[in-house]
């Protein structure tokens, strides 16, 4: 599963003990796989800084979390490719220790083996500045992803509806890839060659008729251009002064006239344009996937590092001071042993908060002046990851 659960409970002598009977129940029965989360002393400041700090940094969690999602989506439509291929480039590299760097770390690696970034985000500097770093930092990669994403699928879309004129049928699809100068006659004062779709059961008697559909038709100027499931392009030529006549005579005949005039301008333009972006979209590829693959690691390792923020403050929070708390971080094996887990914890745990445990028994007891839904709050402190960011 890449579902974890980031919890903590006191540091002190019961509690590791409670901590140690939690890691040999859910070991015995299979429910998790569960490592300490190292998180460094931070300077604590007040008790209301905290507070202020602890809605802060459950907006930016919502934030980053919203960020990867968004660029592991960026990354499947550049891609233009299944999620097993993007997934690949998901990682978070640098993330580890030194000697690892140059590694590619996948997200479970990074998680399960979490240590605070001393270089990036210094635990000397007030938690406030460490929060701002941070913030500042999604902040830019976000800003720069929407200015590059909009410009490559600018390029995309248009890409598309070049490339969607030439989908579909002879009715409504572009001819320029299709004719030639050849095809016509041009330049003449008396002459046109008109494009005429023909369905297929017709083609004999288009042969056989399309002579007479009017005065003036160029005997054996027909030509068959392209066809399609349905029907046939065919060529004709004629005088001008007869085009409304023909083309009545032949729509009574099941044949349509394709409006269609020969610009050998508008077709090389067409042909430049489509060029053009083509090379465009190919010279936009490359550094843009790179471009995603580096801050997406960037952006994955900030969120980690501000769930590990969040189970400080709200610990100390909880817990009181001075700091003294153990964070463990539990990766459930089963999706059917989930709710076998969460009682195991609530019992271990129970002793924490009695009113917390006995409400999520009874979800009609209030916690006295809780805001969260009862749901989420827990005798433990108990922030959830999820890495399914393609689902």
């Known amino acids: 599963m890449s579902e974890f659960w980031l919890i903590s409970a006191p540091g002190d002598k019961e509690n590791v003990q409670a901590l140690e009977r939690m890691n040999t129940v859910t070991s015995k029965s299979n429910l998790s796989y569960n490592t300490k989360f190292a998180i460094p002393d931070f300077k604590v400041g ?89 913030a500042k930092q999604l902040a830019q990669i976000e800003m720069d992803l929407k200015s590059r994403t909009a410009a490559y699928n600018t390029l995309k879309t248009n890409l598309e509806n070049l490339e969607k004129k030439s989908m579909g049928n002879l009715f409504t699809r572009t001819l320029s890839d299709i004719v030639s100068k050849e095809d016509f006659v041009l330049d003449s004062e008396y002459l046109i060659t008109l494009l005429v779709i023909v369905p297929k059961s017709n083609y004999s008697q288009w042969q056989k008729t399309y002579e007479s559909l009017s ?89 980690i590092h501000v769930k590990a923020l969040r189970v400080f403050v709200e610990s100390v929070l909880r817990y009181g001071l001075p700091v003294n708390f153990q964070a463990v971080l539990l990766q459930p094996l089963k999706k059917s042993s989930t709710k076998r ?50 689902d």
């Open 46 to 134: 007040t008790l209301d800084s905290l507070v202020g700090l602890s809605d802060e940094l459950g907006k930016l969690d919502t934030f980053a979390e919203s960020l990867i999602r968004r660029m592991a989506q960026s990354v499947v439509e550049v891609m233009e490719d299944s999620k097993g291929k993007a997934q690949e480039h998901l990682l978070a590299n640098g993330g580890l220790k030194e000697k690892m760097k140059c590694l590619k770390i996948d997200l479970t690696s990074f998680v399960t083996h979490f240590e605070w970034d001393m270089a990036k985000y210094p635990a000397k500097q007030p938690l406030v500045s460490v929060v701002d770093t941070i």
């Open 215 to 303: 005065d003036m038709v160029v005997p054996r100027s027909t030509k068959l251009i392209t066809e399609d499931k349905e029907g046939g392009l065919f060529t004709v030529t004629l005088f001008r002064k007869v085009i409304e006549d023909f083309k009545t005579k032949a729509k009574e005949n099941k044949f349509t006239v394709r409006e269609f005039y020969y610009d050998e301008k508008e077709i090389k333009r067409e042909r430049e344009e489509m060029a053009r972006l083509l090379s465009d979209k190919k010279q936009q590829y490359g550094p843009l996937l790179r471009w995603l693959k580096v801050n997406f690691s960037e952006a994955f390792i900030a969120w």
């Open 341 to 390: 887990l969460r009682e195991v914890l609530n019992s271990v745990f129970r002793h924490l908060d009695e009113v917390a445990a006995t409400s999520i028994l009874d979800a009609s007891v209030e916690i006295p002046g809780l805001q969260l839904n009862n749901q989420d709050y827990f005798p433990y402190v108990y922030f959830h990851i999820d890495l399914s960011l393609l």
